[in-house]
């Protein structure tokens, strides 16, 4: 298995300078590659909302340069299921944050308990789309 390894001593090729350098130097965005700490640290735009933020803290997913916020969005967009965590004392309390903390686009499918919890709440999600495949 040492064969699939990169070798300690081999360098990287910085994405946007084209800079060689070690691979303990480089930093890795994740969905690009590997950059220089000077280029990681130059501010960019995301793709999606506009805020300027240092290209180290992007991640690039289906082509577009994403700010972390933006990113846990469009990885939720993706998903089939989401769950979310609650704090209520009672069910009626619970089933009211769940609804009105339902993520766009999805619908609330479930509410259980937390295990060994008296007032944790999991709150479960389905897309529309598939909801309305599944059940027609």
């Not at 640290?41 to 933020?53: A, I, N």
């Not at 803290?57 to 989401?82: D, F, N, P, Q, W």
Request: glycine residues 10%.
């Amino acid at each position: 298995m040492l064969g699939h390894l990169q070798k300690a001593g081999e360098g990287v090729e910085c994405k946007v300078c084209g800079k060689k350098m070690d691979k303990a130097e480089a930093h890795y965005v994740t969905g690009y590659g590997y950059v220089c700490r000077k280029c990681g640290l130059v501010p960019v735009s995301c793709d999606r909302c506009g805020s300027m933020v240092r290209r180290l803290t992007t991640t690039v997913l289906r082509g577009k340069m994403l700010c972390l916020k933006c990113y846990s969005v469009e990885r939720e967009s993706g998903e089939k299921r989401v769950s979310r965590e609650l704090s209520a004392e009672n069910v009626e309390n619970a089933l009211q944050l769940a609804l009105k903390g339902s993520p766009e686009g999805f619908i609330l499918i479930g509410l259980r308990l937390k295990p060994s919890s008296t007032t944790l709440w999991i709150a479960e999600y389905e897309r529309e789309d598939i909801f309305g495949m599944r059940c027609s």
